[in-house]
């Protein structure tokens, strides 16, 4: 318990209790109080004790000997004082509920900050609960109980500040659009107020500040993706996260509105058009100094304008193959494929597998001064400088199919096609293949060999494909498991071991790992993402196994025979790394007979 109340803690007693608690050895305590304290008196007015003391880097003199962070030293002084340690997930506040129960200044002045609201009760994180005076008041304005944690001050102040500043400037949105859209209960209202809309200003200064804000935060939190959403009374901001969608926070629907007019407008969008699908693209810079690229898309929806913008992060195409999750004899044969002179290679898989990354990283490490590589794509994903990039234009018929047609009349070494979707497309990709090129391209199909049924489905000639085809890659996205949490979980069974492998002969693990969840993950337990692969290289046999009535499941065979691993077998050496887990594995791949 606290003896001195409406009184900081003082580093003394801090130091008193580090004593007291074994983590700072007696023979080493004067020195470190008097380093700390030196911090303390240098560091600016209003600075808390831990922050001070987090940087004198504090080893713990008790096992594990940790070095005392200021998140593992918030965590030890609430356990000192009986109360809950909470690391602040933004993506769980919604910070226009809290920032209604007390002002910016009052929250500042406590060194203080709402987390959550119910009915009954107030969640508020404070670094120095010793000073409570204002949890009276806070109860008697609220009528909740206050229910008091404690958090690392450094995320208090840095949130204090995002939360009460973007709740101020969405009301300040909100009130300056002012318009009613209590109508907006249908499609045909909502159209016809489209042009209505014109005056709404996205250049207002709280719009410019609200966006600036998503774009940073999603980028801090490693997101893929933005979904701004509308619906009947409100809007949703989505953000995907190593493949999963979290809510993050709900803005009124005017605000959203403006919003999404204040990023078309910078994606050279058209803004008054609301009736149809648009696609843009912007590139911003983060206050560090990274370039990073989005991809806008908007789709008309009953309750408006749903935009998604996909994140590239330009560092992806400077990542070897064993970087992106590639086995090292894998990551061999797919180099021998990818230095052929001529043949067509495919890249399969569901939307967000990897593809454009994998055809991007590829493309990058073979655009030398040598060689010409162009690509034709819809949309181009990223811009690269090192090779050239065309983009399908269909208002003006320009297809996939006539973009490489161009290219073949620009001395190209290697093409990429961005997706063989027709019979025209997968006909001029064999003709580039045929004379001469080496052609890249993706097609949608849940494994390798599937992709012969696709193409011979979609009306090519098998003996064309017989004459070309020389490599099909299948790929999926698994969730890698947090390094800083993940724990030992025994070993699997044996009938879910046997039911992944499925007759194969792979080495049981030992010891299989489990998420747990920390403030690194955001407690969930995963972290990152990494690629399971499944390269088919054709040889002799498998070419002369297409045929015009073709058996997929000889294909598979063959394939195996020829030294392709399953989807489902490049997850389960995954798992016998200590990579991912069981469950993340059956949830990506089919069963290894089909």
């Not at 047609?405 to 961005?418: K, S, T, V, Y």
Request: aromatic letters at 6%; hydrophobic letters at 40%; a neutral charge.
């Amino acid at each position: 318990m606290i003896k001195e109340a409406h009184k900081p803690l003082d580093l003394k007693q801090i130091f008193n209790w580090l004593l007291e608690d074994g983590i700072v050895d007696k023979a080493d305590a004067k020195a470190r109080y008097t380093q700390a304290l030196a911090i303390l008196n240098n560091a600016p007015a209003g600075t808390h004790v831990l922050t001070a003391l987090a940087q004198i880097k504090l080893k713990s003199a008790k096992p594990p000997h940790r070095m005392m962070t200021l998140d593992l030293l918030s965590e030890w002084m609430a356990g000192k004082l009986n109360l809950p340690f909470l690391r602040i997930d933004p993506l769980k506040i919604d910070f226009t509920k809290v920032a209604d129960v007390m002002s910016a200044t009052y929250a500042t002045r406590f060194n203080i900050l709402p987390v959550e609201l119910s009915p009954t009760e107030l969640t508020i994180a404070s670094a120095t609960p010793s000073m409570s005076e204002w949890q009276a008041e806070i109860e008697k304005v609220t009528r909740r109980k206050v229910k008091l944690v404690i958090a690392n001050p450094l995320d208090i102040a840095q949130y204090t500040s995002q939360f009460f500043t973007l709740a101020k400037s969405i009301k300040g949105a909100n009130k300056s659009t002012g318009q009613d859209v209590a109508l907006r209960n249908n499609f045909e209202q909502l159209v016809e107020m489209g042009a209505a809309n014109k005056h709404m200003d996205a250049n207002d200064q709280h719009i410019i500040n609200i966006v600036d804000w998503l774009w940073q935060y999603a980028f801090d939190q490693r997101a893929s993706d933005i979904h701004l959403e509308p619906k009947r009374d409100f809007a949703v901001i989505r953000f995907r996260i190593d493949g999963i969608l979290h809510q993050v926070y709900q803005v009124p629907a005017v605000v959203m509105i403006a919003m999404t007019a204040r990023i078309k407008l910078l994606g050279r969008m058209d803004v008054i058009e609301k009736r149809r699908p648009l696609d843009g693209r912007i590139k911003t810079k983060t206050p560090g100094g990274q370039e990073i690229e989005l991809r806008l898309s908007t789709l008309p929806t009953a309750f408006g304008e749903k935009m998604v913008m996909r994140i590239f992060d330009p560092e992806v195409v400077v990542k070897t193959l064993p970087e992106l999750g590639f086995p090292p004899d894998d990551a061999l044969r797919w180099d021998a494929l990818t230095k052929r002179p001529h043949g067509i290679i495919l890249v399969t898989g569901p939307t967000g597998s990897g593809k454009t990354t994998t055809l991007y990283t590829t493309l990058k490490a073979m655009a030398t001064s040598e060689v010409n590589v162009c690509t034709v794509e819809d949309p181009i994903e990223m811009v690269e400088a090192s090779f050239n990039q065309m983009q399908v234009q269909h208002g003006i018929d320009l297809s996939f199919a006539d973009g490489v047609r161009a290219l073949m009349r620009q001395d190209p070494d290697i093409i990429m096609i961005g997706e063989i979707r027709d019979l025209e497309t997968a006909e001029m990709a064999i003709q580039a293949a045929l004379t001469g090129h080496l052609v890249l391209s993706t097609l949608h199909t849940n494994d390798a060999p599937a992709a012969v049924m696709r193409l011979l489905e979609l009306g090519v000639p098998y003996y064309l494909l017989e004459a070309t085809l020389i490599g099909i890659m299948a790929q999926r996205l698994v969730r890698t498991l947090c390094p800083h949490c993940k724990a030992p979980d025994g070993s699997v069974s044996d009938d879910i071991w046997n039911n992944l492998t499925d007759g194969w002969h792979l080495p049981k693990p030992q010891v299989v790992y489990r998420p747990i969840g920390c403030p690194e993950c955001r407690q969930t337990g995963f972290k990152g993402r990494t690629g399971l692969y499944e390269l088919l290289t054709v040889s002799q046999t498998f070419s002369s196994m297409i045929q015009e009535q073709t058996d997929i499941h000889e294909l598979r065979r063959q394939s195996i025979e020829d030294g392709m691993k399953p989807l489902r077998i490049a997850g389960a050496l995954k798992i016998v790394e200590g990579a991912t887990t069981v469950d993340e594995v059956l949830k990506v791949t089919a069963t290894l007979n089909g």
